[in-house]
C-alpha cells in the first residue's frame, strides 16, 4: 500500500491508523520490521508527512558530528534537485 497510493491518500491512512489503534505507523513498523526494510518504510512515512522535513533530516544527518559525509550529502542534494527542476 505504501508505494501504490499518493501522498494525501497515505496521510489519511496513517491519520485513520492513528486514530482506530491509538498509535502511530512509525512506531509500529519500528517494531515489527527490522533491516532495510524498516529503514525504507520509515523513510515513506517520513516523507509522506512532512517532505521538507524529511530532506531536512537528511541534510542534518549527513553533516552531524566530525566531518561531512560528503557522499551522503551529494545524494540528497542531487535528488531534492532533481525532483524540483524535473517536476
Known sequence: IMCSRSYPELNAIFALYAEM????????????FSGQLKT????ISRSVRNKPGYFAGLLFESM???GTREQDLLQVIVRRAH???FS
Do not use: C, Y
Open 83 to 85: 525532483v524540483i527542476f
Open 21 to 32: 489503534f491509538k498509535t502511530d505507523i512509525e512506531k509500529v513498523i519500528r517494531k515489527e
Open 64 to 66: 552531524d558530528g566530525p
Open 40 to 43: 525504507a518504510l520509515i523513510a
